[in-house]
């Protein structure tokens, strides 16, 4: 599922992550979609870390982390994970 070219990168979202995205209540949801579409201005913002031993990003939205790749070359950004804190990166 493609959001969009909404600046300068692309955003894709893995089917799998898409229904994590979709399990969430409705609130959570919203919030977790507006910060992944900033992520196509801002692949890097302000407190994302690159995880180590993964050419993997994550970001925190509240109790959830997002989890994504950047493709520089092609300038797409690939989330591929959405969960709880606690459960993501484990």
């Given at each position: ?37 900033l ?7 302000h ?44």
């Amino acid at each position: 599922m493609i959001l969009g070219d909404v600046e300068s990168y692309r955003l894709e979202v893995k089917r799998s992550a898409a229904k994590e995205i979709g399990d969430l209540r409705k609130a959570d949801c919203q919030r977790v979609v507006a910060r992944i579409q900033l992520l196509a201005s801002d692949p890097r913002p302000h407190g994302c870390e690159k995880l180590s031993g993964a050419e993997k990003y994550r970001i925190r939205q509240g109790d959830y982390r997002i989890l994504y790749e950047i493709d520089d070359s092609t300038k797409l950004v690939t989330i591929v994970k959405v969960g709880n804190r606690r459960e993501v990166c484990r």
